[in-house]
């Protein structure tokens, strides 16, 4: 298979190594993508788990997952900003995951609000405890107009922990 590494993120001895060009099932759809979790004990490394993206909809198809990433306080975010979102292509999405030593849960997909061909949400991702923001850096602010870029702001929500969407910035 094919394997390109892109992105990387490290929190105390837990570092995520995003690899958006894996292909998965091989032979499966290329460019899918994945990420590795590793944890460290004393001072050797180990990986826990390959994390490959959820079953999609008819429709949509995740491409490039890994190919941005963030984490904070326990939670994993990992874009994949050329997927495409109920037949609307590399609109983009993130993925909201729970680390708990080294083992990273699925709890939410998270789609713009304002999903346009090519935008590609999900292109930069960083996270501040209970704050996120994403980028979707092809995103017209509004309809019909040249892409200039939309930054997508969300807040963590509720004892289960929602992420629901605040602002968009453009």
């Known amino acids: 298979p094919t394997t390109r590494m892109i992105s990387a993120k490290a929190a105390g001895d837990t570092i995520v190594i995003g690899a958006s060009g894996t292909d998965h099932p ?3 759809p290329t460019n899918r993508g994945s990420a590795y979790v590793f944890t460290r004990s004393k001072e050797v490394w180990s990986q826990q788990q390959e994390i490959i993206p959820p079953a999609e909809p008819a429709g949509s198809t995740i491409f490039h997952f890994g190919d941005s990433l963030t984490m904070s306080c326990g939670t994993l975010v990992i874009g994949a900003p050329f997927s495409n979102l109920n037949g ?9 995951y729970m680390l708990n030593n080294g083992v990273a849960t699925f709890q939410q997909k998270l789609v713009p609000s304002f999903p346009t061909g090519s935008a590609n949400f999900g292109q930069s ?3 501040n405890g ?5 980028g979707a850096p092809n995103n017209p602010s509004v309809p019909q ?26």
């Open 125 to 127: 991702i960083a996270m």
């Open 26 to 28: 091989p032979p499966g």
């Open 88 to 96: 609307v292509v590399q609109t983009g999405v993130a993925h909201v």
């Open 130 to 134: 209970d704050t996120l923001v994403v």
């Open 145 to 170: 107009v040249n892409p200039t870029g939309v930054v997508y702001a969300f807040v963590r929500q509720g004892a289960a922990g929602t992420w629901v969407q605040q602002a968009r910035f453009f």
